[in-house]
């Protein structure tokens, strides 16, 4: 719904204060201002949106098909993130450009651990937790303190949504009846769309699929698809021709028959793997607004489901 945002305030401008916000009635409080709220993914700000509703306005950092190692933030959004009440980030280490972001900014109260600082992940049962990685290069994403891509489980939405109701409701005491009223109509939602796409998914449960990247593992847990290997050997690091050789013939072996791949995976690379193993590569989106049609948190999974089934269901 945020993206009829930008045309109306558009034509509210054209049509001069006529089309601004009515008065308050008099001896009304005059309602605050939209809170002000930066959040580093798109699927964090849509969660926002869902439990904030119009009491706040969010931006995202990263855009919605963003390669989580590659992102260029621009000197309007540091000062957009300056104005900022709230900041919301996944946290392990999913935002290895987000530290220095936070210094150029310069307010303390963002910084991790900071009144205006929300870190998601602490309040996620995380998976691959247990995997030590070496941290070589400090920027790399690398999944090193359990895997970051935990909002790919539409349950971890419960606790995601929680986290997000209580520091709304710190920043904004008056509000909290309106922000948990929103929460539990998001539930409903999500509720009966775990319903619709657990039961899409049922006839595939088992299916082994291969990633590229490690970013499915919870939405795989939750609908039963058994991943086997990656095509990555390290999160974020491209296969040497000698282990995509041996992946690809174990793929045969064990006839794995799908390959889950991401909008900027290597398209060649997915091609070869594919041609040489026999299995389908399925491109599923990994945020909110990657494809038109996902331009929510249930939408989101929505369009993945329906990729996955289609997928599975051709012969
Ligand atoms: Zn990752």
Request: hydrophobic share 45%; net charge positive; charged share 25%.
């Amino acid at each position: 719904m945020r993206r009829f945002l930008a045309p109306l305030a558009l034509s509210a401008a054209l049509a001069g204060p006529a089309w601004g916000a009515a008065p308050p009635p008099a001896g009304a409080p005059e309602r605050p201002a939209a809170l002000q709220v930066a959040a580093t993914t798109t699927d964090l700000k849509a969660l926002v949106e869902e439990v904030g509703g119009e009491r706040v306005q969010v931006e995202s950092l990263a855009g919605a098909t963003h390669d989580p190692h590659a992102i260029e933030i621009k000197p309007g959004q540091i000062a957009r993130l300056k104005r900022s009440a709230l900041l919301v980030r996944i946290g392990l280490d999913h935002e290895p450009w987000l530290a220095r972001v936070v210094a150029t900014a310069g307010e303390a109260r963002l910084a991790p651990g900071g009144p205006g600082d929300l870190d998601v992940s602490k309040t996620i049962a995380l998976l691959q937790s247990e995997t030590p990685r070496l941290r070589a290069d400090r920027r790399a994403h690398v999944h090193a303190f359990g895997n970051p891509h935990y909002w790919l489980d539409p349950e971890n939405a419960r606790a995601m949504t929680a986290a997000i109701l209580e520091r709304l409701a710190r920043l904004r005491p008056e509000e909290r009846a309106a922000f948990a009223a929103n929460r539990e109509r998001f539930l409903a939602r999500l509720d009966a769309g775990l319903a619709r796409w657990t039961r899409a998914l049922a006839p595939y449960r088992g299916t082994r699929a291969v990633v590229v990247h490690e970013s499915w593992p919870y939405f795989a847990e939750r609908f039963g698809i058994a991943i086997v290997a990656a095509i990555e050997p390290t999160p974020g690091v491209p296969p040497s021709p000698a282990t995509l050789a041996e992946l690809e013939q174990r793929m045969k072996a064990s006839r794995v028959r799908l390959i889950i791949a991401e909008p900027y995976s290597d398209a060649s690379l997915l091609r070869q793997v594919a041609a040489r193993s026999g299995a389908r590569a399925v491109t599923l989106i990994p945020s909110v607004g990657a494809d038109p049609s996902a331009g929510d948190y249930i939408a989101l999974f929505d369009v993945n489901v329906k990729r996955l089934a289609d997928a599975l269901a051709s012969p």
